[in-house]
């Protein structure tokens, strides 16, 4: 088979190609076996001793399968099976392929240069693509593949009036006097007090079950209170209503009178809902992840909505809570939820997109730095970003496993100083002697906050003990970090 002009060939077909990946050297066809030998570019065969086989390697040991095809579908590789590696670190492979079923599954075997086994395929399923949808798709390579939560304006039509039985839930509220006239279908739009307000899950509860009280609300405000202090004690905050919160999920969880009424829990200013200058209550933003996992657990029975504590947004309210989204807020009046949305604009070919300068010379401190994921940011802050002084730091810091490894691997790679420190994030006092004793040279220049602990559990059986362990490394040691 002549390959002299195959890449050109291929991207006619939409297989754009690029010069890192363009490895196919020769090829041979006899019946249904094809014959290949493909070969890493000479900058990049320093690499080929990290793989068991390079990436650039595998993609092109599928090109001449493509090519002999070149007159039939433009097809894709769908599914891999019984893959099976035997040797590492190849920098060429001389290729064994049979078809099978016609043009769409084959048996692939892999070589070395010298007819060592690298790997086999047992088999290897590539599916129709339109040819049309493939080249746009290649027209878009410099595109930003990334996404984002955007929140979007929704317009909700005005409530059914079997969706105005709603009803609140507040600590301390007297007995409910039964449906008031907005909670009856009016029209009107009330505001947290004109609508039956009940003390308690049990009180709740006890009012489904009475066959003389009326019809059961279709959904339950759980409006968050406000916390007593002074807005320095954020963590402090952040813990209470957190508790207060779980207490109540494994309350209404427990109350099967409850199982058909949603609960919403009204909270204030924690998230943005995508205004500009929204300003953010920490120690309420952790109420949204504690009601995204009762959410998850107990699907339909829970959701979570931001209020601005407009008039207009108190308007709303009845239309909000109808429109049935799992999470949303109300921004003077308007109703908003979180959607999933691409990242808009492309680049020019060879660009990257615009990044934070790091300073070469400044330290970069990761809290949690010798874990999974604090590895992982400080090799790619190392070779990515030429930061060459790293503190890391954990509850073991270097006696953590791996750490003495870990340093030895980013001096390898160019950190010039790597200082592995044990450190709790959540014990201020020792936060700060840590940061005291960076040196004036190397002044501290960027945070990674890593540091965390992993106690989970189903709502119905948190404890108040799990959450304080999963909160400390997190809020304290955030807010510990934000002062110091």
Known sequence: MDVTDAYALLADRGYAYGPAVQGLRAAWRDGDEIYAEVALQPGDVAEAADYIVHPALLDAAMHVDLLDGIDGPVLLPFAWTGVAPHAAGAAGLRLWITRLDGAEASVMRMADAEG????????????????????????????????????????????????????????????????????????????????????????????????????????????????????????????ALTHQLLALLQAWLAEDRLGAIRLVVLTRGAVTGGVEGDAIDLAQAPLWGLVRAAAEENPGRFAVLDIDGTDASTHALPAALALGEPESALRLGQIRVPRLARVTGTLPAGAAPAAPVWRTDGTVLITGGTGGLGAVLARHLVTEHGVRHLLLTSRRGPDSPGADALRTELTDIGAHTVTLTACDTGDRAALAELLDRIPAQHPLTAVVHAAGVADGGLITSLSEEQTERVLRPKVDGEWHLHEL
């Open 116 to 239: 060592r086994p690298v790997a086999t395929v047992s088999k290897l399923v590539s599916r129709p693509v339109d040819q049309e949808r493939l080249s746009e798709a290649a027209g878009q390579a410099a595109e930003i593949p990334l996404h984002r939560v955007e929140w979007q304006a929704v317009t909700a039509p005005p409530p059914a009036d079997d969706d105005l039985r709603w009803a609140v839930l507040r600590p301390g509220a007297p007995a409910a006097a039964g449906p008031t006239a907005a909670a009856s279908g009016s029209g009107e739009a009330p505001g947290l007090g004109q609508v039956p307000q009940y003390a308690d899950v049990s009180a709740l509860a006890a009012a489904v079950a009475d066959p003389t009280a009326g019809p059961a609300p279709r959904t339950v405000v759980f409006p968050v209170p406000e916390t007593e202090g002074d807005g320095t004690d954020v963590p402090g905050r952040a813990r």
